[in-house]
């Protein structure tokens, strides 16, 4: 069975850092392409960023991009989102997704057959 | 990178169809049948009901199914039942290795 289980997610001020992690099993994790996804307060789903099974191709949306990293470590199974420069508006729940065919790029399409409970960041001074 | 259009709220009576739709560009859903569909209670994590415009992944009710015209996309909930209250987000390939989701619609059935 699949299992996503995110962690990381606090308070922190306007400006300051912070690291989600994503501990993945049930699967073969380097494998597959991974995301994040995040959800502000009785808001739609916003993708994050999304990163190939081989972690050398990251991608990101426009609104992160320059502030917030993508990494991977298939050796421990973990994905990572490195959160800098935190706004207001990226407080949000922060899922890990899998998607939902294997391959080692990110390439399109990408559907995630498997996410995690997310794991609350806010951003408050 | 323009967050899908969604209309707010649907609702319908059990037995009945009801059609989600979800609005984008020529720069996404009008482009790539790269449509996907998702379903999410509250205080749970979203499920994959449709990929490909019109695929249902294994375990996904036959009542639910996707289309696709012009710049938009639809999610169609047939013979709807009590446990279809919930919300639904739609998602498109946005070009540039991106993607792009809707803002959601509220399913309610009467």
């Known amino acids: 069975e699949v299992q996503l289980l995110e962690s990381g997610g606090s308070l922190v001020q306007p400006g300051g850092s912070l690291r989600l992690s994503c501990a993945a099993s049930?699967?073969?994790?380097?494998?597959?392409?991974m995301t994040w996804v995040r959800q502000a307060p009785g808001k739609g789903l916003e993708w994050v960023s999304g990163?190939?099974?081989?972690?050398?191709?990251?991608h990101y949306a426009d609104s992160v991009k320059g502030r917030f990293t993508i990494s991977r470590d298939n050796s421990n199974n973990r994905l990572y989102l490195q959160l800098n420069s935190l706004r207001a508006e990226d407080t949000a729940l922060y899922y890990c997704a899998k998607v939902r065919v294997m391959s080692s790029a990110w390439y399109p399409p990408y559907y995630f057959d498997s996410w995690g409970q997310g794991t609350q960041v806010t951003v408050s001074s | 990178q323009s967050a899908l259009t969604q209309s707010r709220s649907v609702s319908g009576s059990p037995g009945q169809s009801v059609t989600i739709s979800c609005t984008g560009t020529s720069s996404d859903v009008g482009t790539y049948n790269y449509v996907s569909w998702y379903q999410q209670y509250p205080g749970e994590a979203p499920k994959l009901m449709i990929y490909d415009v019109t695929k249902r992944p294994s375990g996904v009710p036959d009542r639910f199914s996707g289309s696709k015209s012009g710049n938009t996309a639809s999610l169609t909930i047939s013979g709807l039942q009590a446990e279809d209250e919930a919300d639904y987000h739609c998602c498109s390939y946005a070009g540039g290795y991106t993607l792009v989701f809707g803002g959601g619609t509220k399913l309610t059935v009467l």
């Open positions: 990163i190939s099974g081989n972690g050398l191709s990251p």
């Open positions: 049930g699967f073969t994790f380097s494998s597959y392409p």
